[in-house]
């Protein structure tokens, strides 16, 4: 883990020469799914183990925050209720995946006696990223305002990958939130707009002020930024710049960069009860 950032590795930023690149490399700077050669076989084996647990873990399911049809939420509590709860948010670029298929990672934080909640949220292009937004707020909410009486009452860690790292940097001022783990994120939305992505997301000039944590002032509550090695440049450029941003800023947060790990392996080290995630999420409540 580094609090100073001048030895970390940083890799060409492809955005460097953005206005040089045709539509496809664009898009390929986000498309972690090519970037892995064995990320079909990754998301099947995260799938399965979640389809798994989900079944046989003590739980309680597709639990409604709102009204939306994903605006669900899956709790598996601990022994006791007054023990931590560390909150996951999926990712999927905002556009795919659901809370369902990140059952797996239950398994890590509980082996210390955590609870885990793991909400849904409304896709694009359904919905707008504004709309996706406001959801995590209100699924903070309800467990704040319901947990308890499912067993969730303790402080609340809040975690999410990918997408749900951009989800938890702009709820992480949230009252309930003790502090948060953003693991692989993307905090400027403005290349976004310039790839296939935008498809579905279909970003405004608004979207991109208001809802990139790299733009925004910055929430003085720890956020540990996580990140693999192996990732797209992309990635590893924002998170890195995310945490410089917030260190100039006094906040406090460690970069962690997952050595070896690549968009879909980092998850390992947040579902093994002995990996660096599940060490790093314990420890935000020292």
């Given at each position: 883990m580094a609090d100073d950032t001048s030895s970390i590795h940083r890799p060409l930023d492809p955005r460097s020469t953005w206005a040089e690149l045709s539509l496809a490399e664009r898009s390929a700077a986000y498309d972690n799914?090519?970037?892995v050669k064995n990320s079909a076989a990754l998301i099947a084996e995260r799938n399965e183990a979640s389809s798994r647990l989900r079944a046989t873990l003590k739980s309680h399911l597709d639990l409604a925050y709102g009204e939306r049809a994903n605006n669900k939420i899956d709790l598996y509590p601990a022994a006791k209720p007054d023990a931590p709860c560390l909150v996951f948010v999926h990712g999927g670029y905002w556009q795919r995946n659901s809370r369902e298929l990140f059952a797996m990672l239950v398994e890590g934080v509980?082996?210390?006696?955590?609870?885990?909640?793991?909400?849904?949220?409304?896709?694009?292009?359904?919905?707008?990223?504004?709309?996706?937004?406001?959801?995590?707020?209100?699924?903070?909410?309800?467990?704040a305002a319901h947990g308890a009486s499912y067993g969730v009452a303790g402080p609340i860690i809040l975690s999410g990958w990918s997408?749900?790292?951009?989800?938890?940097?702009?709820?992480?001022?949230?009252?309930?939130?003790?502090?948060?783990?953003?693991?692989s994120g993307v905090y400027d939305l403005a290349p976004i707009r310039d790839t296939g992505l935008n498809n579905a997301l279909k970003l405004t000039d608004?979207?991109?002020?208001?809802?990139?944590?790299?733009?925004?002032?910055?929430?003085?509550?720890?956020?540990?930024?996580?990140?693999?090695?192996?990732?797209?440049p992309a990635l590893v450029c924002d998170s890195i710049a995310l945490h410089d941003k917030r260190a100039a800023a006094n906040a406090p947060g460690k970069l962690i960069p997952v050595e070896g790990a690549d968009h879909f392996t980092i998850l390992e080290a947040l579902r093994r009860p002995d990996g660096i995630l599940v060490d790093a999420v314990r420890r935000l409540l020292d």
């Amino acid at each position: 883990m580094a609090d100073d950032t001048s030895s970390i590795h940083r890799p060409l930023d492809p955005r460097s020469t953005w206005a040089e690149l045709s539509l496809a490399e664009r898009s390929a700077a986000y498309d972690n799914n090519g970037a892995v050669k064995n990320s079909a076989a990754l998301i099947a084996e995260r799938n399965e183990a979640s389809s798994r647990l989900r079944a046989t873990l003590k739980s309680h399911l597709d639990l409604a925050y709102g009204e939306r049809a994903n605006n669900k939420i899956d709790l598996y509590p601990a022994a006791k209720p007054d023990a931590p709860c560390l909150v996951f948010v999926h990712g999927g670029y905002w556009q795919r995946n659901s809370r369902e298929l990140f059952a797996m990672l239950v398994e890590g934080v509980a082996a210390h006696g955590w609870s885990v909640a793991i909400p849904g949220y409304s896709l694009a292009p359904e919905v707008s990223l504004t709309d996706i937004a406001t959801e995590m707020p209100r699924a903070l909410d309800w467990l704040a305002a319901h947990g308890a009486s499912y067993g969730v009452a303790g402080p609340i860690i809040l975690s999410g990958w990918s997408a749900g790292a951009h989800l938890v940097a702009m709820a992480l001022d949230h009252p309930r939130v003790h502090a948060g783990l953003a693991l692989s994120g993307v905090y400027d939305l403005a290349p976004i707009r310039d790839t296939g992505l935008n498809n579905a997301l279909k970003l405004t000039d608004e979207e991109i002020a208001e809802l990139s944590p790299l733009r925004l002032p910055v929430t003085q509550k720890r956020l540990d930024i996580a990140y693999g090695s192996n990732e797209l440049p992309a990635l590893v450029c924002d998170s890195i710049a995310l945490h410089d941003k917030r260190a100039a800023a006094n906040a406090p947060g460690k970069l962690i960069p997952v050595e070896g790990a690549d968009h879909f392996t980092i998850l390992e080290a947040l579902r093994r009860p002995d990996g660096i995630l599940v060490d790093a999420v314990r420890r935000l409540l020292d």
